[in-house]
């Protein structure tokens, strides 16, 4: 047993042998294997532990089902406080917020711990790394932008900045024209019918119909979506740190409430009595001084009642709930959309490079022709 006191709340930890030192068998097998997956046998631990928690006035968690399974907003989150690409990821984007231009990030990427190198003339351009990751180990090698995404390369990181700058959203300034691959007399997709390409290069444009988007639009789109859901994950991060503090709120205010009779009582009473009843309820009165002395900086007008509390905390987790759907649909939409843009940039690369070779080719053709002319007219 550990008992640890490094949080806000003293909590007891058991640890146990997880195998049967009589017939060997795990903890978990010693029901019956159809049961879900919250064993019978851990369910009947965590009842025994709640029962002992109650006993001695320590904090038991009154609705464990919400914290069963994570949203993509909040799976998300996690990861990146584990990995460290996507911490770096997540320092980008802070660092994004916070530049006027692409210079300007550039200065501004060693004060959020970010080590970059630019260098235009190199055709992977720009790399990072995190400062932290450096002093750990002295031989890490920079990320290049490319491996961490499309949203990170150099063109889009100024798109993102100019957006940001100019209001953080996107506006068409022309009428949206919807393009499917049915629009014959449109000559990308009429050129686009014979390449190889085409598949990838359909499903790019049915994405730009799908959001009413033209080709010239894919790509500021795409940028606005990732900055939109910038946007509603630093909501959701308020969000959740205001939750975790008005749930501690609620649980400073319930132990108070609870322990509030006993110093009554102990007030009432004096000398031997008051002093036996002290030494009979010591923890429970300290514990109602600690709980009373946070309430008072938390609210120092007027504590709050309990209903007050749950109605606040619930229209937050309504509020959660809605920004995360919101968040899910925008992550959805700037990855369909940064896929149709590098599809599409893929395919005018090609098209390009085609282009200049049948540019070449026919070049090549007229001087052979020139050739041949002045050699029938010397002969």
Known sequence: ?????????????????NTNCIDGRTFETHENRRTTKQDRSFQKLMNITDEVCKRHHLYVIERPEMGKGKSHWEWD????????????KFTIDQVIKESEDFDDFLRKCADFGVLVEYNPDHKIDLKFMLAEQKERNPRAKFTRSRTLGWFYETEQIKKRIAQYIGGMMYVPRIKVKVITPKAEENKFIRDAIDRENMKLTSIAINTL???GLTVDQANDAAVAAFNERMNVVSRLNKLNSEIEKR???LY?????????PMHEKYMSLKGKKQK???DQFDADLYRYSVWEQRLKEAFPKKFPTVEQLEKHIQKLRTEMIEKNAEYTALDKKARELSQAAKEIETYLA???????VQSREQEQHNTQQKKRKR?????
Do not use: P
Not at 77 to 88: D, N
Not at 375 to 379: T, V
């Open 350 to 356: 090609q098209e390009q490079s085609r282009g200049q």
């Open 77 to 88: 989150m996690t990861r990146q406080g584990l990995s460290w690409k996507a911490k770096l």
């Open 1 to 17: 047993m550990a008992c640890h006191i490094d949080k806000e709340h003293t909590h007891l930890h058991c640890v146990f042998n």
């Open 252 to 260: 400073w205010l319930t132990h108070y409430l609870d322990t509030k």
């Open 247 to 249: 749930e501690e709120q």
């Open 375 to 379: 050699n029938d007219i010397a002969l």
């Open 209 to 211: 119909a799908k959001y």
């Open 276 to 278: 036996k009843y002290g």
